[in-house]
């Protein structure tokens, strides 16, 4: 196990240069040697972009691809195909690691039966960071099985328990490979990792909790999932779809309940990021015709009515008060007040 291969699956399409520099050193940086590092450019449009990834061709931890763009699943998806680690991990292009990362989780892992090592993320903003809170479930080293995991699976889908990326893990490429878990590829953006996460975690027979923090999520206000784009929002809408006929194939009603819970903390991300956030150039009319009109799609409006609104906390409770009754002033006051907290 000391010295077991990790495979880094770093996703990159026209990310900013100084970002994709900052992450590629941290791996080349590791303390831990024994990594290899796949870059896969999904056709980016950024020539620098895609130039920075060749300057790492002559460095053996680096193998670099580039693709016609498939979108983020189709990239990991090809990274994992390329991996010949006993585990893999994905970093985005626009994040970074500690360099002690890969190093200290090796040390800890005790079994060799772990199917999935969860750690970790620091969330960066401009002029600030926070660690991602973890409730008091989750124990430094602790390994779960069973019904723990069950637990852990609706923590998947629970907004504030920060489980849902496939950043901050290692995965044992055998359990990915055996079990077929993929990302489904015509999720092109928003819940792809949730989507994942929930059917590894139903596949999972051990996982273990490392209290490290050594992943930074580099918040990026220039990424898709920060910009205001209708289409790109409807699109985050079908992986809702999928995700909940999965959960109804399954019989899984308590995953829905926590399903219907987090598309509400969309619904309310969409309002207040999205049609309500002051830098939308939108007119404040259109903002109104658009958000009608989203909140007539079937998985939003079955959403709404089914949702067991005491899962949520009494701030949210509030915004979908506004949101049922289209206070939408009351939500522009909020997209303000977000945009500032992001600085």
Not at 102 to 131: L, S, W
Request: aromatic fraction near 14%.
């Amino acid at each position: 196990m000391k010295n077991d291969l990790i495979s880094v699956i770093v996703p990159v399409y026209n990310v900013p240069h100084k970002m994709l520099r900052k992450c590629l050193e941290s791996l080349d940086s590791q303390t831990y040697e024994n990594i290899e590092v796949i870059v896969v450019d999904d056709g980016s449009t950024d020539k620098t972009c895609s130039n920075i990834c060749e300057e790492y061709k002559e460095n053996k931890k680096f193998k670099i691809f580039h693709k016609k763009n498939g979108g983020l699943c189709s990239a990991r998806n090809f990274g994992v195909y390329k991996s010949s680690g006993k585990w893999i991990t994905f970093v985005d292009g626009d994040d970074w690691i500690e360099k002690t990362c890969f190093e200290t989780i090796i040390n800890k892992i005790k079994n060799d039966d772990i199917d999935i090592v969860m750690f970790g993320t620091i969330k960066e903003y401009k002029n600030k960071n926070f660690k991602y809170h973890y409730r008091d479930f989750y124990k430094d080293g602790d390994t779960y099985t069973n019904n723990d995991i069950n637990v852990i699976r609706k923590d998947i889908l629970n907004f504030d328990a920060n489980l849902s990326d496939v950043t901050a893990k290692l995965y044992r490429l055998s359990f990915i490979i055996d079990n077929n878990i993929f990302h489904d590829e015509s999720i092109r953006q928003g819940i792809e990792a949730i989507d994942f996460n929930v059917r590894a975690f139903s596949c999972c027979k051990k996982t273990v909790f490392l209290n490290d923090y050594f992943y930074h999520y580099a918040y990026n206000e220039k990424s898709i999932t920060n910009n205001f784009n209708e289409s790109e929002i409807r699109k985050n809408l079908y992986g809702y779809y999928k995700l909940r006929d999965y959960l109804l194939k399954n019989n899984e009603s308590e995953l829905l309940n926590m399903l219907y819970v987090r598309i509400m903390h969309n619904i309310i991300s969409v309002s207040i990021s999205g049609y309500f956030n002051p830098k939308n150039k939108m007119k404040f009319k259109k903002r109104k015709i658009g958000f009608n009109s989203y909140l007539e799609e079937a998985i939003v409006k079955e959403s709404l009515i089914n949702v067991d609104h005491n899962m949520m906390n009494f701030k949210y409770r509030i915004i979908l008060f506004f949101i049922k009754n289209k206070t939408y002033l009351c939500l522009y006051l909020l997209g303000y007040i977000r945009n500032f907290q992001k600085g």
